[in-house]
């Protein structure tokens, strides 16, 4: 399996826009994680999904952040419109079903919003 | 809410030594911990996953030790590699929830 795919790697875009974020996880896992890393506050998990359901997404930080998993094997997140402060390294994760097993990362988008 | 500290957050070390990197964590009540490495620019790589149940985790030069009672974890990488540099980061999964809480990593630099 070729891991978690997320996309793009980078992007810069002007405050205001809209960005949407891309992640593929493993194949059979049925658990995927979105998390946001910042010098400040480390890494965060903004929302999770079970089956292609969202269960937590107390992380979220605001009505311009929205998450979807249509299917089993992708999943966005969106921002709407961005601001600097949104500005950070977004994580995907996957797990399979039981909570023993581990967790996989993606290599991470990389957003700059100016 | 759980929370997880790391320390040292920087350490540099001579190549060769063997080192111990510690995560420490507030609520006892964790499935599992997992130690991760980091790659400036890069994602996260799992490097051992320790289950509540168990006191130790060994892979190659890295042996990883669970307290649950005491809360906590350490790392230990034996003949450090210059290749070991990296941001070593520690997460725990607690038994309510699927979510994992990391803790604030430690730079380690092994120098030549």
């Known amino acids: 399996d070729a891991g978690v795919i997320q996309s793009p790697r980078h992007e810069v875009t002007e405050m205001g826009q809209e960005v949407t974020l891309r992640c593929k996880p493993i194949?059979?896992?049925?658990?995927l994680f979105w998390y946001r890393q910042t010098m400040m506050r480390g890494l965060e998990l903004l929302i999770y999904?079970?089956?292609?359901?969202?269960?937590?997404d107390s992380g979220m930080p605001e009505d311009r952040f929205s998450a979807k998993m249509p299917n089993a094997s992708f999943s966005t997140l969106k921002i709407q419109p961005s601001e600097p402060r949104d500005s950070a390294v977004y994580f995907c994760?996957?797990?399979?079903?039981?909570?023993?097993?581990?967790?996989?990362f993606g290599q991470g988008t990389r957003l700059t919003v100016v | 809410k759980q929370e997880v500290t790391q320390i040292p957050a920087a350490l540099s070390v001579p190549e060769g030594e063997n080192l111990v990197l510690n995560c420490s964590f507030t609520d006892s009540a964790i499935y599992n911990l997992q130690w991760f490495r980091q790659d400036p620019g890069k994602g996260l790589t799992s490097l051992l996953l320790i289950q509540s149940s168990q006191r130790e985790q060994t892979s190659g030069r890295l042996n990883a030790s669970l307290d649950k009672s005491s809360g906590r974890s350490t790392l230990y990488i034996a003949a450090s590699q210059p290749g070991d540099s990296a941001t070593y980061l520690c997460?725990?999964?607690?038994?309510?929830?699927?979510?994992?809480?990391f803790g604030t990593g430690t730079s380690l630099t092994v120098i030549p």
């Open positions: 194949s059979g896992h049925d658990y």
């Open positions: 999904f079970n089956n292609n359901v969202p269960i937590d």
């Open positions: 994760a996957s797990r399979k079903h039981h909570m023993g097993t581990e967790a996989f």
């Open positions: 997460a725990v999964n607690p038994l309510t929830g699927n979510q994992f809480y």
